[in-house]
DNA sequence: TTTCCCCTTGCATGCGTATGCAATAAGGAA
DNA sequence: TTCCTTATTGCATACGCATGCAAGGGGAAA
């Protein structure tokens, strides 16, 4: 029963007495083929259990039906659920995800690089190690690329997806300002990231413009050790914070722990914590983290949205997509006198 | 800049002043060329921007170099690391991984099918809701297939990596007893998968090897919510256990974080609480939990070798693959008088 | 110088499928 | 019945690359 020689549409035209070219077609959809002919060559398709090979068919038609996805860090729940909304949508319009991991160290753009030779009929790039000029290699070969969570620098024409990630952060700064805090501190994310970048810019600029003094920075770099080390900083200083963000939940959690568990502060009597993404974990009673939600869901339908769209006119100009979200208020930290409402079920802080 | 029409082997050929075969044997790891050809043909494809197609190439070679990889509910952490790992693997003997996500309900396998048809040249199965018809079906047709954290119920000749379920969940119930336990409860798995009939099982059967009755038995089905609503059933009866084993971590967060936010139970000391897997959430200082290990990195390593195996030898012998782990102790579960040993790092239990 | 051998390189072909074109069949209108 | 239209199907080719085969070339050994 082992195939060895996988069947082949020869075969099947073989069996059914019939031409390779009408056993193409009946197997592509809008094809002039008559029923009868049509059910004889699915017969012996099924019978001989052929399978249409995509490889070929892709060297033909130039569309090879898999969208690459780049990541890093799937530690950070963020991105696992990304990736399973990324590909469960990608699916269901009959595009399969070919996955590539950036090395947590080093360059990942030789690696990534190899993407291309796959013939992917788009790219999406969702790692923070990875450098703009890949994405703009990318695109010089016509393939089109989707940044995910991430933006370069100048509008080089490179579309990208993200959540207000300057907005988001200046709301967090107003929250915890209106909440009575005034010591703050800032735990940011890798440090030539554009979502760290634009979160500390928005949290430090809404400080200033409440007339509070820059909140410490201290180097996380998205990570949960480095995280936790940097609590180590914050709570072991003589003048500790009291109110901490961090640039994203996963950091959060660990600071959140070591404030806890090894600098016995408790939260949010002590210092008030407060994450970035909204992931799972935020959500459950054990930390019941405040955090600025990226709309996951949102973002990638857009996402998909802006590659079928260039897979239909490669020419359509470039959309840099910033998507809102919004403050989901938990008990991580202490909260203002107003403006808190209830809203789909959550509970989220809207100024004013 | 912006190339239409990608670059082919052809167009380098011109540039260069040589033969098509000629630019293939320079991309072609251990053919003859001569040093100055070769030069001359790397620059030419330097300056073109060419890139070989792969497609093209997996054509004549019948070797993809991609391995589909089926996966499901990336929210359990468990999944998220052994994709990454598995990536970073593969990626590192010049394999790709193509991701197929199993719906959370539904029969996965027609979508999974379309797996065949992009001519992977091996399959890694490691979601519980797909069948193990599947599996063999892809055997059938000459696919390596290696099932991860799964088995097939009879050897029926599918290749499979797991941990020692069986074992892992004996040692538990030996731990449990030995810390002075005497009502045990049960948070199972997805019923039909093969994890959880293996852990279920060792479970109960240690349990009834050391006198007590069988524990009680609640569904959770793997999932979050679930193991939420089996708390409730268990710490609202009238007769709450004194531990609890989750059949995973993912289902032990979720008990835990029941027990003392909604309970008001008080882990290890009016409930003891050990799940499944060991990921990186478990050793959070919020949780503590004490879990048995699964070696993720050896799972991985093991899955890698047999599908390179199978590769190099599609005729060897079908191997199941059972790893040992360890009962890394913290603080979720009443410590036994004895047994306890510090390895590597870790607190474990080592009985007598 | 001759002979032999090996290293290079080009030619030709094929991998499995899609598709333009032409040929044939079928059906309808006149 | 005849002619035209439309639907169906086969033929031939191309997609981009790898590879067996043969031819050419250069060097070493004799």
Redesign the pocket.
């Known amino acids: 029963m082992s195939q060895r020689?996988?069947v082949?549409?020869?075969d099947v035209a073989r069996l059914a007495?019939?031409?390779?070219?009408?056993v193409?077609?009946c197997?592509?959809p809008g094809a002039?083929?008559?029923?009868?002919?049509?059910e004889r060559v699915e017969a012996a398709a099924r019978s001989l259990g052929?399978r249409?090979?995509l490889i070929?068919?892709s060297?033909?038609?130039?569309r090879s039906r898999i969208i690459g996805v780049a990541l890093g860090y799937l530690h950070n729940q963020f991105y696992p659920a990304v990736l399973e909304a990324l590909s469960e949508a990608l699916q269901a319009i009959g595009y399969q995800v070919l996955l590539f991991t950036a090395p947590q160290e080093g360059d990942a753009d030789p690696r990534i690089a190899d993407i291309l030779r796959y013939q992917v009929d788009g790219l999406v790039l969702a790692s923070a190690s990875l450098s703009s000029r890949l994405a703009a290699e990318c695109r010089a070969s016509g393939v089109p690329v989707v940044l995910f969570n991430r933006t370069t620098a100048g509008d080089d024409g490179t579309e990208s997806v993200s959540g207000d990630n300057e907005a988001g952060a200046a709301m967090i700064a107003a929250f915890l300002v209106a909440g009575g805090h005034r010591r703050l501190a800032y735990v940011a994310g890798l440090e030539n990231s554009s979502t760290n970048r634009d979160r500390q810019r928005g949290f430090c600029a809404a400080l200033a413009a409440h007339g509070l003094a820059p909140p410490r920075i201290v180097a996380g770099g998205y990570d949960h050790t480095q995280a936790q080390r940097a609590a180590a900083l914050l709570f072991a200083s003589g003048d500790p914070p009291d109110a901490v963000f961090c640039a994203n939940d996963h950091m959060a959690l660990a600071v959140m722990d070591a404030a806890r568990h090894s600098h016995g502060l408790r939260v949010p009597d002590d210092v008030s914590i407060i994450g970035f993404d909204d992931t799972a974990p935020a959500s459950w009673p054990s930390f019941s983290l405040t955090s600025f939600s990226q709309p996951v869901a949102e973002m990638v339908a857009a996402t998909v949205g802006l590659l079928v769209a260039r897979l239909a006119d490669p020419d359509a100009p470039a959309r840099q997509l910033v998507l809102p979200g919004a403050l989901v208020v938990r008990g991580s930290a202490r909260l203002p006198a107003r403006g808190l409402v209830t809203e789909a079920g959550r509970r989220i802080w809207r100024p004013q």
């Open positions: 020689r996988p082949t549409a020869q007495g019939v031409s390779q070219s009408a193409s077609r197997f592509t002039s083929a008559a029923p009868q002919m049509r052929y249409p090979n070929a068919r060297l033909i038609t130039r």
